[in-house]
Nanobody
């Protein structure tokens, strides 16, 4: 059974850092595209960053230069290093996978079929 489990969320002051992890299990084949999304208080879910099987990355404009996505294939784990956090980064963060690396280029929620349960990030001013 395919499963994604996020961890690493928490509360931090503005300007601080957090590192999120997403443990992946149950995939019988390499994953073409993985990403981090966040759900805002108004329930809008937006793409934060993606990485494909060729290590190509995408970042939302709002996080460029502050967040870094990476993965460790040996550990089957996806990461999101978040630096210089702002209060507007507060959200529930989810990892997700898609079946084709093309979905990593302009990530849309509906293109990602498997999701984790989420981890909360709260940034105070």
């Amino acid at each position: 059974q395919v499963q994604l489990v996020e961890s690493g969320g928490g509360s931090v002051e503005s300007g601080g850092s957090l590192s999120l992890s997403c443990a992946v299990s149950g995939y019988p084949y390499p994953i073409d595209c993985m990403g981090w999304f966040r759900q805002l208080p108004d329930k809008t879910r937006e793409a934060v960053a993606t990485i494909d099987n060729l290590e190509m990355t995408y970042y939302a404009d709002s996080v460029k230069g502050r967040f870094t996505i990476s993965k460790d294939n040996a550990k089957n784990t996806l990461y999101l290093q978040m630096n210089s956090l702002k209060p507007e980064d507060s959200a529930m963060y989810y990892c997700a996978t898609a079946d084709d690396r093309v979905y990593c280029v302009h990530p849309q929620v509906y293109d990602f079929g498997v999701w984790g349960q989420g981890t909360q990030v709260t940034v105070s001013s």
